[in-house]
């Protein structure tokens, strides 16, 4: 992840261990590492986690509605909340909030958005991946 300072573009690294999906949000940067969830201020700082805990498996996707960050946990089978989507306040969080649990989410095509009244999402189902809409 590189971030370009105002007025110009001299990019500087911040990261560079992999970012899987990248957010911009009202004040901070956030990208998913692995199992974890990235920020950094906008007019730059040191990179933290987010203030963001309870990431269980690997990020597919990272997105913010301007209020909170949504993130796609990677479906493994393995614990009762893989596969959720979650979120935090975009200050960060000690406990996400589950938005939708036990998903299968597809690992080779994710993508999740948020509207003001939606988060759209891609799910491996055995018919194909298919796009699920779900209510705020």
């Known amino acids: ?25 009202s004040d901070r940067v956030f990208w998913a590492v692995s199992n974890s969830v990235k920020a950094l201020a906008l007019d730059g700082g040191m990179v933290t986690d987010g203030g963001i805990s309870g990431v269980e498996s690997t990020v597919l996707a990272v997105v913010t509605d301007g209020t909170s960050v949504y993130w796609l946990d990677q479906w493994t089978g393995g614990s009762a909340s893989d596969g959720a989507i979650k979120k ?11 938005v939708i649990d036990k998903r ?30 779900y209510g705020k």
């Open 1 to 25: 992840v590189e971030i370009c300072a105002t007025g110009s573009c001299s990019p500087f690294t911040v990261s560079s261990d992999g970012a899987l999906a990248v957010a911009i949000g």
């Open 88 to 98: 935090c306040a975009q200050g960060g969080c000690a406990s996400p909030t589950i």
């Open 104 to 133: 299968r989410i597809a690992s080779m095509h994710p993508a999740l958005r948020v509207t003001a009244k939606s988060v759209l999402w891609v799910e491996a189902t055995m018919m194909g991946d298919r796009i699920f809409v």
